[in-house]
């Protein structure tokens, strides 16, 4: 960590988190408690069936739901306790990055686009959180994580199937962006590129060929504009798109330029997982790795953001 980072560890953090510790004790200890003492319940109402009708069954079965809803009866209270960690955690280190931070966004950023360019796969109930916003080198940018769901059916009954669990990204672009270009990594995966010239009306999207053969094994290009969509995509902005992959340790990292408002934007997604999480409640809190997680996640991100962003004519080491 860096010397701001390590200053808010050690003269807010980490005496913060130390006055939390008898609660987080407190916290574990109901959790434990609710837990094992319905799950002996549940023993006992599964013997007493088991002593009626013989059933082996009753006992597993009756143990295993007092067990689970003595796990979320319990866990009420460490689960608070996690969320104003996390918000407390999340919002001091991105004032350090000169960001604002939000646990949900009130309105998640341009989501209905991301849909609308087969940047997301279709879904049934969706959540956000965890919004970072802010401006680099002169462009706005915001951060936000969203988690979809579909709902299956088997047989008779239904389930619920997580579709995409990652980052969205909302970047004012610095360069002239006319028209639309959509980069994905494997349009099987979504809803099929073919439905959006539906989706935009007049404007047709037919595939680019791009510059690069390497990046052209590994990303698929369409747009309404050939020329302009391969002056967007020059190699040095393909491999910072495959470098921001890596750093949000995610796959499948797909992306859209377009004109929004007068002004260039990119919208990015990637599927990262949770991230920006304030770690295990059943440990310290007064640990370091706990905030070094978090500052890694987002420093990484911040640097590839610049990157994407920086004019080609600086270069990668501008």
């Avoid at 619920?160 to 959509?182: A, D, S």
């Avoid at 910072?240 to 330029?257: I, P, Q």
């Avoid at 920006?276 to 640097?303: N, Q, Y």
Wanted: proline share 3%; with cysteine.
């Amino acid at each position: 960590m860096n010397e701001a980072f390590q200053g808010l560890w050690r003269e807010t953090l980490e005496p913060w988190l130390a006055s939390l510790e008898a609660e987080r004790k407190t916290s574990v200890s109901r959790f434990i408690a609710w837990a094992a003492g319905m799950a002996v319940l549940g023993l006992a109402i599964g013997g007493y069936f088991f002593s009626r009708q013989g059933e082996f069954m009753f006992l597993f079965v009756a143990a295993f739901f007092g067990l689970v809803a003595g796990m979320m009866i319990g866990g009420r209270r460490m689960e608070r306790l996690r969320k104003s960690i996390k918000a407390e955690l999340n919002t001091k280190i991105a004032e350090v990055c000169q960001l604002d931070y939000s646990l949900a966004p009130a309105e998640p950023a341009r989501f209905a686009t991301f849909r609308a360019y087969g940047l997301l796969p279709s879904y049934t109930r969706c959540g956000f959180e965890d919004h970072f916003a802010g401006e680099r080198l002169g462009c706005d940018f915001e951060l936000y994580e969203a988690h979809l769901e579909e709902r299956r059916r088997s047989g008779k009954k239904t389930h619920w199937v997580t579709v995409f669990r990652g980052v969205l990204i909302r970047i004012n672009f610095p360069r002239k962006v006319e028209g639309v270009t959509v980069i994905t990594r494997d349009k099987g995966i979504f809803n099929g590129l073919a439905a959006l010239g539906h989706s935009f009306g007049s404007k047709k999207l037919e595939r680019v060929a791009l510059v690069d053969p390497e990046f052209e094994k590994a990303f698929e290009v369409y747009g309404t504009d050939q020329v302009l969509a391969r002056y967007m995509l020059d190699p040095a902005f393909m491999e910072r798109l495959v470098r921001l992959e890596k750093a949000l340790k995610g796959k499948n990292v797909r992306a859209a330029f377009d004109e929004h408002s007068g002004e260039g934007e990119l919208l990015i997604a990637a599927e990262t997982g949770n991230q920006f999480e304030a770690g295990s409640m059943f440990k310290p809190l007064a640990d370091e790795a706990r905030i070094r997680t978090i500052i890694d996640d987002l420093t990484r991100v911040i640097d590839i953001i610049e990157n994407l962003v920086k004019p080609p004519e600086l270069g990668e080491g501008g």
